[in-house]
Structure formats: C-alpha cells, structure tokens
C-alpha cells in the first residue's frame, strides 16, 4: 500500500513538474540568414548578426539586422563586416560587433558612422562581446584561448587565459561583474572572476568537438544555446543547469511546447530585460544533411522563460501586456517627465485596481538594478516619484514596475 502511494505521488509530481515546464513555447518568428549573435537592444529591438554561410567559412561584407520588437519587421542596421558573430551595445548607445574573419571589433556610434577597426590587437577570430558597468569591452578570441578586455579610450589588453579555454564563443557578465564563457569545441562553461582567475562552471552536452554558441545572463540565470547539443539551458548562478527547450531529434526546427521542440544549430540567444522570453537563431541544415551550413536560417522565440517562484523575474502574461508594455489593466506606468533628462525627471505610476505589492526599481541597459524605488502595498491610485539622476552618467536606462505577477518598463534617456 505504501509503495503504491508513493508511486502515485511521484506520477503526479511529474505530471505537475512536466505541466509546467511545458509554459514554456517556442514559435519560429521568420526566415533570416543571419547566423551570428543575437542581441537585445536598449531600443528594446533585437539584433541579429549573420556570420556568415559556414562554419569555418565567415564571409565578408555580411550584416547586422534590427528586428522591430513585436512586428518583427527586418531592417538592415549595419553592414561591410567581416563575419559578424558577437555583439552588444554599450551604455552610450555604440554598437560594436565582433569579425571573425577580420581579426577585430567594429564600433558603430549611435549616429550610424563606422569604425570597422575600432580594435584589432591580440584578437584572433574574435567571437562573443559583453560590457561591464564601466563599459569595458571582454571580447572572447577562440584561435589563441584569450580573453582581451578593450577600454573605452581603446586600451587593449589581456584579461585572461587558461587550459580550460577551447575557442571560447559566448560571453556574459552578471551583476557583481563575473563573466561566464563558454566554449565552441567543447561543452564546457568557465567562470571568471573579475580579477581576472579562471574556473570551470558547468560541461553541457556536446556534439564531438561541437559544443557551445553564445550565453546571455538575465535575472540571475545564465542560458546558454549548444550548437552540438541542440539544446537551451538555464543555469543558476551556483552551476546547477536545467535543459528548459530542445529535445535531440536530428537537428530539426519544430516548435511548441519547449522540451518537445527541436532546434538545429542555435547559436545566438538574448534574452528580454523581464526575462521571460528568449531569441535565438537556428540553421535550416542539420549536422546530418550538411555539417557546415549555416544558411537558410531562422529567429525562434522562446517564451514563458520565468515561473512565479522566481522572484526577480515575473512573468509577463498576456499578449495584452506584450503588445504594450506600459500599461494592463491592473497598472499603468508613465513616461518619465522630462525624458530625456539631465538632472531630474518625475515617474508616474496608477494601480488601477485592487491594492497590490509593488517594487518601482531603476536598471540600467545591462540589467543591473541602480536603485529601488518603491516597495510595499499600494492600494488603487496614482503615484509620482521624483528621480534624481545627477549621480548615473549619460546612457538609457529602465524604469521597471513590478505589480503582482506583472512588469511594466519604460526607457529613461540621461544626458
């Protein structure tokens, strides 16, 4: 008798456990040869880099897309790299994208001029970019198993080197300025420390010598695309690692439910500022028909990333609060008045219904949290706070109210 109940107990925690995993859904948004990162914009848009038609085969004069948010209309952003894997915008607004096949970092300024050899030294076959809050550049090099760290004044340095490094391809950074990379010819995930001290974090599953793309971090969580396993995961910050999308089929590109969905080659992931939702670009060809190609490609999203048990990171839920996400019928968060602004602004924000928790904070483009705001009960009304940012440094930035299981944001822009 025992025994049956607790196999019945088991059955329906895995029902539950299995019900729930299966929020998570992947639909392919549109067909895009862009093979490279993938990037979230501080305009709230997602970039999408196109490395080229093969592996090992980065071409020249390729480009980087803007994916409007929602729409999901392709405009060309940029173009007349030499591959273009990694990418991330800095606290400015410039954009700089990694070439592979060049040996450098391109920067583009906010006005649309481009430095194509912004930065060249001790790179080789440059790959994954990420920023810190000073806007330092990491840049990943995978044909000699660097790290290189590029200041904002173009200083070029060595940040770090190790064994563990095998063509290191994506690289993240969390709030307390640790960086994650992972390699492409293996499926480890290295830590490193901002001193520079290299670890191992966490193997994936690999295909042969093909592991790794790219990694992004978000609300505490790393999620990392493998290009050999087919696969996404999402890892805490003290390594336990969980497989939340793909299931190895062959490397195909079937949506739905997450962990019944396929995925060939994904490379590219980012991640939305709430996030709840991923983008990643995945080829048509599988390793079986052709091991190398990388075109025809697609952008898939991922959503229904978060659960309500993670506290930093609620769940958007509906498509109403996609489609606008300033306001819902529970709350309503203002522009910022003035905004742009130098010295102060006001926020606004309603609760329109019943009264509810709240948490008013302030992130900047990286994710990392400046400042809170307000946090307690609120009953239905609206509220203003007054916002100083003398202290914060030209950039954008995001107001982010959280209300109950909702998010609502709303781009601040210092000068």
């Known amino acids: ?77 940029a173009t007349g790299f030499l591959g273009a894997s990694g990418s991330r915008f800095d606290s400015q607004g410039n954009f700089f994208q990694s070439n592979p096949s060049g040996g450098r970092v391109s920067k583009r300024t906010p006005d649309g001029n481009i430095n194509y050899n912004w930065a060249t030294t001790g ?12 806007d330092n550049l990491y840049v990943c090099s995978c044909n000699n198993n660097t790290i290189r760290k590029i200041t904002p004044d173009g200083t070029n340095t060595l940040f770090a080197s190790s064994t563990h490094f095998n063509c290191p391809n994506g690289i993240t950074i969390d709030p307390e300025g640790n960086l994650y990379v992972c390699n492409f010819s293996d499926g480890k995930i290295l830590k490193i420390k901002p001193d520079g001290t290299v670890s191992l974090f966490n193997i994936l599953p690999a295909l042969s010598s093909v592991g790794n793309g790219h990694l992004t971090y978000s609300n505490g969580f790393l999620f990392v695309a493998t290009i050999g396993g087919g696969q996404i995961y999402k890892l805490s910050l003290s390594g336990d690692s969980e497989r939340i999308a793909g299931v190895f089929q062959g490397f195909s590109n079937n949506d739905g439910p997450a962990l019944l969905a396929t995925f060939s080659k994904p490379n590219g992931i980012a991640a939305s500022i709430t996030g709840d939702t991923l983008w990643v670009n995945c080829s048509v ?53 003035p905004n742009p602004v130098n010295l102060e602004t006001v ?31 609120k009953t239905a009304g609206t509220y203003t706070v007054n916002l100083d940012v003398n202290d914060w440094g030209t950039g954008i930035y995001y107001a982010v109210l959280e209300a109950e299981k909702y998010v609502l944001t709303q781009k601040i822009i210092v000068l």
């Open 123 to 134: 790179l080789a076959s440059p790959i994954g970019i990420t920023n810190d809050a000073d």
């Open 1 to 77: 008798m025992i025994k049956k109940i607790l196999f019945t107990i088991t059955v329906f925690l895995f029902v539950l456990s299995f019900s729930f995993t299966q929020d998570l859904k992947v639909e392919t948004l549109l067909n895009l040869d862009a093979s490279g990162g993938v990037t979230f914009g501080p305009d709230g848009n997602i970039y999408v880099s196109d490395f080229g038609p093969a592996l090992g085969q980065a071409s020249s004069n390729t480009k980087v897309y803007q994916l409007e948010y929602g729409t999901w209309n392709v405009t060309e952003f």
């Open 285 to 337: 060809p599988s390793w079986i028909s052709n091991s190398n190609a990388l075109h025809p490609g697609l952008v898939r999203m991922i959503t229904g990333v978060c659960s309500l048990e993670d506290v930093e990171c609620p769940l958007l839920t509906s498509a109403k609060e996609v489609a606008n996400p300033y306001q819902n019928e529970y709350a309503t968060l203002l522009p910022p008045s």
């Open 347 to 377: 926020l606004t924000y309603k609760i329109n219904t019943f009264p509810q928790n709240v948490r008013l904070k302030i992130v900047d483009s990286t994710q990392k949290v400046i400042t809170t705001l307000e946090e307690g009960r």
